[in-house]
Structures are given as C-alpha cells and as structure tokens.
C-alpha cells in the first residue's frame, strides 16, 4: 500500500436539508441522494509525489440511500497536475490504496455502480470555511455556490457545526446552505440545501485525529 496523506478544504452540497441525515446514520430525507463536493488540497503526497495545491472536485447519483449502491459519479482532477499527481489523485478518490471504508472516498467508491471517465480541467474553488461561504465552478460541468444559513424570520446568519469523533470524512464540519446545478453526464440541481465546509486531514487510515 502506498501511503498518502492530504490535509485541505471541501465545500459539499447534497440534496439533503441542512444537517443531513447522513451524518446521524438515517436515511436521506428525499429518498435519493445527489452530491456535488469539491476539495483543495493545500499539502498532500502520496508516496513521494507531492500533491500541495492541486483540487479535485466530483458529482454523485445515487437513485436511493447510498449504502443501496447502484451510483453514478464523475471525477474531475486539476488540470495543472502532471501524471503522476493525475494518477494518484484518481487512486485516492476511489479508494486504492486506502483501508476499508476508512475513508469517504473509500466508501462513495465502493457504491458506485457508473464511473464515468475522468476529466482533467480547470476547477475553480473559492473556500471560507469559518464564514461558511464558498464557491465551486468547472466549466460545462459543475456551479456550486455555498453560503451561511439564514434565520427565516430576522434573515441574520445562523451557525452550526457537525462533531463526529468517530467519522470517515472529518472532525468538525460547519453547515450551511449551498445550490448547485450540473451539466455532462451526471446531472443534478439543488437549491437551498445542505452545505457542508469542513477541513479535511486523511491518510491510508482515515480521519488523522490529533
């Protein structure tokens, strides 16, 4: 197993209403699941590649509860990287090279039925995690716009943030409202829905805890 290990940024948006009932082991509240997630990788290597700076971005499909299988998902892969950096951003995302189900890519991978090829372009992101704003653009693919929640009545910015000690993705995610629109093969659109802004520390053996 090659060892590799990234800390970085992600902004996800799914189909889910703030919270997402994922995150607390239910089912999703729409009966299907739609994601749109994309991630900076500010340092990161695997094995002796470096992988600092690079983003990776990815939609997913799944006609029911994810662990039911049966997705459909497309990767998409910094255009700067070499190929090197191309291939292993691709293992890492699919979950090579990784324990079992000890990562979210690990375990997406595992319920996709449809991967459809990759593509390496050009991945805009814009990430504040603290502010809950942010911003995820591929052109012909993907438009990703993430903000704060709003109280209904006062419109004035609500926080809330997602502990999970024991999780495969992160430790600590704030929430927010997101909505996406997508084109290509995997075509999803959301508005208003969950927004998840987390900082993510991964290795070959999950969440690095510290």
């Excluded at 903000?147 to 209904?152: D, F, L, V």
């Excluded at 084109?183 to 999950?206: C, S």
Aim: proline share 4%; aromatic share 8%; hydrophobic share 35%.
């Amino acid at each position: 197993m090659t060892p590799w290990e990234i800390n970085g940024r992600e902004l996800v948006n799914c189909t889910c209403e703030y919270g997402c009932n994922c995150q607390f082991n239910a089912l999703p509240d729409k009966g299907h699941c739609h994601a749109v997630a994309g991630i900076q990788i500010d340092q990161g290597h695997y094995g002796e590649t470096e992988l600092d700076g690079l983003r990776i971005a990815a939609i997913f499909k799944w006609p029911g509860p994810i662990h039911e299988g049966h997705g459909e998902a497309i990767a998409f892969v910094d255009d700067k990287a070499d190929e090197k950096q191309r291939e292993a951003l691709l293992k890492i995302m699919t979950g090579q090279d990784t324990d079992p189900f000890a990562t979210m890519f690990a375990v997406y991978a595992s319920t996709v039925t449809k991967m459809n090829d990759p593509v390496f372009t050009k991945i805009d992101l814009d990430l504040d995690i603290d502010g809950r704003r942010g911003r995820i653009v591929v052109k012909d693919y993907i438009e990703t716009i993430g903000a704060p929640i709003r109280n209904r009545v006062t419109g004035a910015e609500s926080r809330a943030q997602i502990v999970l000690p024991d999780g495969f993705e992160y430790a600590m995610a704030e929430i927010g409202s997101a909505s996406s629109n997508t084109k290509g093969p995997v075509k999803v659109e959301m508005k208003n829905t969950y927004g998840q802004f987390a900082r993510l520390h991964l290795n070959n053996h999950g969440v690095v805890r510290t």
